[in-house]
């Protein structure tokens, strides 16, 4: 898995509420996003700037987290983010600490690799799970997951449960249709006429 350096400053948290959400208010109008790091000795608020997360957020791609929050380093994943209702913009981000002891539960990209025996029959190769929960360490979380698909037939699926990974625990439920090659007209119709 990448790494991704993102900087962060501490940030107090009122008494009140009224007070808590006018200082959240300044701050998203200054171009800053509340973030909280949970996982550790002490849950930690902090924000960071909306430029910093924009190629954490808006990739593919799943990264590990160095947090420098005033000078203090951190390892760490995004675990959820929230987004404004209408306007789509980030209005805050969760991460978790991460360490080489315990493990940890993230969604990883699928990639098909090959080429279906099904879709050379004139089958539609579909993919119905763009990610799969893995429970590892984080140090042994893949960058993605590639499933092949070489001896994947007309009308047939791969499903979690036929998945192995080395080193990975797939948390999705095992009977859940990853891919599937699904019949076409054309294929139907070679079929009835065979």
Do not use: W
């Amino acid at each position: 898995m990448k790494t991704f350096q993102l900087d962060g400053k501490s940030r107090e948290i009122a008494a009140r509420s009224a007070d808590q959400k006018r200082a959240l208010k300044a701050m998203r109008k200054q171009e800053e996003i509340p973030a909280v790091l949970y996982g550790g000795e002490k849950v930690i608020h902090f924000t960071v700037t909306k430029g910093s997360v924009r190629n954490l957020v808006y990739t593919p791609n799943i990264y590990a987290v160095e947090l420098n929050i005033d000078g203090k380093k951190t390892m760490a994943v995004m675990k959820e983010i929230q987004f404004q209702p209408v306007t789509d913009e980030i209005i805050h981000i969760d991460f978790l600490e991460v360490s080489d002891k315990k493990p940890i539960v993230m969604e990883v990209p699928v990639v098909l690799d090959g080429h279906a025996e099904g879709v050379k029959a004139g089958g539609k190769l579909i993919l119905q799970m763009r990610k799969l929960k893995v429970k590892a360490v984080y140090s042994e979380i893949p960058e993605r997951l590639v499933v092949n698909v070489d001896n994947l037939g007309l009308g047939k699926t791969i499903q979690v449960g036929a998945l192995h990974f080395e080193g990975l625990e797939l948390m999705n439920a095992k009977n859940a249709v990853v891919c599937a090659v699904q019949l076409t007209r054309a294929a139907r119709g070679a079929q009835a006429k065979a």
